[in-house]
């Protein structure tokens, strides 16, 4: 069966302290992996796109990794404006044809100042 | 551009009523996705559609209808409303000529409650 897993599912860091969020997957044809930021009582937001084993994407303190069953998102001296919502979502096809988006449940990051 | 623009904000609807969540995006992409999200719940895919005229079932399509009548315009009705719809809804966009491949582009939702 196709699913997304992320863990932790909540982290809590101080400012400054490095730290990385796991997205492990099962999917028949992967066609991409997405990191998206989501903040309380709004839509997510892209951050990364990888589309290959081996491929890194980095945006300020954000660093995105992918390997064959997971992909890692490493925060390095994270502030409190990095708290929110890390949601990892994958594309595969459809049986029928198509394709399909499945997202895991996210991480809930909190940076204390 | 306003991007992608979803109507109403909150709605609360009695059961058996029927509503139509509105979605509008702004960035001639080809495709849209409704999606909806539960406490603790990664958003699950109820249907999208590659093009006007064309749509299809996601993960989670029971209950729901569309229609993308417009390249702009992907509404999402609700017949029958019952407790277990009780979500936020979020539509999305992309654009891409090689089957979906490329980020989507999310509105700000639409929190239901059905009592």
């Known amino acids: 069966e196709d699913q997304v897993t992320q863990s932790p599912e909540a982290l809590r860091l101080q400012e400054g302290e490095s730290s990385s969020l796991n997205c492990s997957y099962t999917v028949s044809g992967l066609r991409g992996l997405f990191w998206y930021r989501q903040d309380p009582g709004k839509g997510p937001e892209f951050l990364f796109t990888l589309y290959s084993a081996g491929e890194e994407k980095e945006k300020e303190r954000l660093k995105a990794t992918l390997t064959k069953k997971e992909s890692f998102l490493h925060i390095t001296a994270p502030k409190p404006e990095d708290s929110a919502t890390y949601l990892c979502?994958?594309?595969?096809?459809?049986?029928?044809?198509?394709?399909?988006?499945?997202f895991g449940a996210g991480t809930r990051l909190f940076v204390k100042a | 551009n306003a991007g992608v623009t979803q109507t109403p904000k909150f709605r609360i609807l009695k059961i058996g009523q029927s509503m139509t969540l509105q979605c509008t995006q702004d960035m001639n992409h080809n495709y849209m996705y409704w999606y909806r999200q539960d406490p603790g719940m990664g958003l699950k895919l109820i249907y999208y559609?590659?093009?006007?005229?064309?749509?299809d079932k996601g993960e989670v399509p029971n209950g729901y209808n569309v229609s993308r009548s417009t390249t702009e315009d992907f509404p999402l009705r609700l017949e029958l409303a019952a407790p277990s719809q009780t979500s936020v809804y979020f539509c999305?966009?992309?654009?891409?000529?090689?089957?979906?491949?490329?980020?989507?582009?999310f509105g700000p939702g639409t929190r239901l409650t059905v009592l």
């Open positions: 979502a994958v594309q595969g096809p459809f049986n029928t044809g198509g394709f399909k988006t499945i």
């Open positions: 559609s590659v093009g006007a005229g064309i749509t």
């Open positions: 999305a966009s992309s654009y891409s000529k090689t089957g979906g491949r490329n980020e989507q582009f």
